[in-house]
Each structure stands twice: as C-alpha cells, then as structure tokens.
C-alpha cells in the first residue's frame, strides 16, 4: 500500500482567531507563489498568488506576505472558521515563462468552534 | 460551471495489471497536469502537456505515461502498478505554462492490492 506519511505540521486555533501560517520556500530564483488549501479528499483550491516585485497581497479574509531576503511567504487568515480546516499549501514557481510549480511541505489547520 | 473533472474518483487495481486515470477540463487551458500526491504529502508533479508537448519531470518512473488526444482529455496510464504507486492522483490545468494558477481536479484515489 501507500508508504508511511510524514507527519504534517499542525496549526491549531480557537474559531474566530487570526491564523498566520508559514512557509520557507528553497529558490532565491523563485518569483512566482501560490497557496493552496486542500480539504480532506479534495484537490487544491487556490486560495491567493503573489508576484516577488510585491510583498504583500491582500484577498477577502487572507493575506500573503513574502518576504524575499530570507526567503519566506507567510499566509495569514483573519477570524478563522471551522470551515478554514484544511492542509495549506505553498507553491514556488522559477520565471514567468515556460516553468512549473514546486510545492512545499503543507501544514494543517484545525479551528475549533 | 468550467472545471476539470476526474474519472473514477476511486480506482483498485492489482499488483502489475495496468491502469488508466482519465482527466478532462471545460476551461479549453493549453496546458494540463499531472501530480501524485501521497499521504500527509505535498503533490510531486509527474508530467505535463503544453497543447501537444509532453514534458516529463526528470524522476518520473518510465511506469507511468501520459496520452493527451485532444485540448479537453488527458489520461495517466500506470503500466505495472506497484503497491508503492498507491496514492491520490490529481489532474491540473493552467492557461498557459509560468505564473498562472493551476486549477485542481478532485483526483483519482488509487488503491493497489
């Protein structure tokens, strides 16, 4: 059958709380990122993107913030719901033109009422 | 609604018979995805299509191939499945190749006895 998984790291949070989940992404050439949620059972949803000439990008109740010298994205969901509970993703990308996706380890997020 | 769709959402095959998992989209994107996503794993791309180029990421085994016959149809076909090919397998589209979001089918949940 399928190998033994990695454990995931695992945010918890109180229904109502502000979320900040992180992520160091490995290519200082990387200038393009996606988060993802993906529900149990489902594909990835994009959730928000972002550009490296940006270090911040703002979309209905989340935010990214990249910050490129340290290589670091961090998503930040304000007053989390149950429905937030999910794994998060975060996908790097090389160049504008002819490239794939990369991406990280995820990190679940579980919200209780 | 435009979508990728993935067909059949569950598959069991045994050991070494071979498997075919079919994708299709409705959003006419140029290029298409696939991914193996194990358990508590990121997605770990296998291959892709832009239009009519087949890309092969460079440790994909030589198990498993891609058919693209039209814009909306791709298929994985796994020609000896092992058990270590048990995982979900998901299928994305893009508009076109670099920094565009990839939208996520639900997968196919592969189970090899």
């Known amino acids: 059958g399928e190998s033994v998984g990695l454990h995931l790291p695992t945010l918890s949070v109180q229904e109502g709380d502000n979320s900040i989940i992180n992520c160091a992404y490995s290519n200082s050439a990387s200038d393009y990122f996606i988060w993802y949620k993906q529900e149990s059972g489902k594909g990835p949803q994009f959730i928000i993107d972002i550009r490296s000439n940006m270090d911040k990008r703002q979309g209905q109740r989340v935010t990214v913030l990249l910050n490129k010298t340290v290589k670091h994205l961090s998503l930040q969901i304000a007053a989390t719901q149950p429905g937030d509970s999910a794994v998060y993703f975060c996908?790097?990308?090389?160049?504008?033109?002819?490239?794939?996706?990369?991406f990280g380890k995820g990190t679940m997020l579980l919200v209780s009422p | 609604d435009a979508m990728v769709i993935q067909n059949p959402r569950y598959q069991v095959t045994q050991f070494g018979k071979p498997v075919t998992l079919s994708c299709s989209q409705t959003?006419?994107?140029?290029?298409m995805y696939w991914y193996q996503q194990k358990s508590s794993q990121a997605p770990k791309l296998l291959f892709h299509y832009y239009d009519k180029d087949f890309n092969n990421e460079a440790d994909t085994p030589d198990n498993f191939q891609s058919r693209r016959p039209n814009t909306s149809f791709c298929f994985l076909d796994i020609r000896s499945p092992g058990l270590g090919d048990a995982a979900m397998y998901l299928c994305?589209?893009?508009?076109?190749?670099?920094?565009?979001?990839?939208?996520f089918g639900p997968g196919t949940r592969l189970t090899v006895t």
């Open positions: 994305a589209t893009s508009r076109g190749a670099g920094a565009y979001e990839q939208y």
């Open positions: 996908a790097e990308m090389v160049g504008s033109g002819y490239s794939t996706l990369t």
């Open positions: 959003l006419n994107h140029n290029v």
